[in-house]
């Protein structure tokens, strides 16, 4: 067996950081552009991985009022709920935009499965509905393993360290 040293970027943007309004999110996105470039130019043969999740909390609303369990301060009847509400669609376009960003530095995205019923997708959360629980990071875990392991066949690596990019100016 051939061993190599993995060389792995590994990127991952909380939806707590993303729900602070959508200039927020269009600047972390434009950051994040920048960064991988950069990354991706100082390691041109590393695997990127972008890891996207999200919180029950803030991604489903009530059927009947429309608000989300935090603003609700309720975490009952699961079955009452449904994907929606404005941070619900900006983790939504957050993933869309960092899927498109990753892809065009050839990495790969692993998002957290979101099911056609809520209450589906309940295993993945603590009893708050915010934190992940060891089933959620255990199907972070596995796809992020499931990438490296087909990343790591498909690749050929030779290790070349790239230049910073002077170039290239963070503000």
């Not at 707590?16 to 950069?38: F, H, I, P, Y």
């Not at 990354?39 to 999200?54: D, F, G, K, T």
């Not at 935009?97 to 603590?126: E, K, N, W």
Request: aromatic share 8%.
């Amino acid at each position: 067996m051939k061993r190599w040293n993995a060389d792995v970027i590994l990127v991952e943007f909380p939806l707590s950081d993303a729900d602070r309004g959508t200039q927020n999110v269009e600047s972390v996105v434009k950051g994040m552009n920048l960064l991988l470039q950069k990354l991706r130019a100082r390691y041109p043969n590393a695997i990127v991985i972008y890891v996207h999740h999200y919180s029950l909390t803030t991604s489903i609303v009530h059927r009947g009022d429309g608000r989300t369990p935090m603003e609700r301060e309720s975490h009952d009847h699961l079955e009452e709920y449904v994907w929606g509400g404005e941070t619900d669609r900006m983790n939504q376009q957050l993933l869309a935009d960092m899927g498109r960003i990753v892809q065009s530095v050839g990495g790969y995205v692993h998002a957290l499965p979101r099911t056609s019923d809520v209450a589906d997708s309940v295993y993945f959360f603590d009893d708050s509905w915010d934190h992940l629980t060891q089933e959620g990071h255990n199907e972070i875990a596995e796809g992020v393993m499931k990438i490296l392991i087909s990343a790591s066949e498909s690749h050929k690596r030779s290790w070349t360290l790239g230049r910073w990019d002077k170039s290239i100016k963070c503000d």
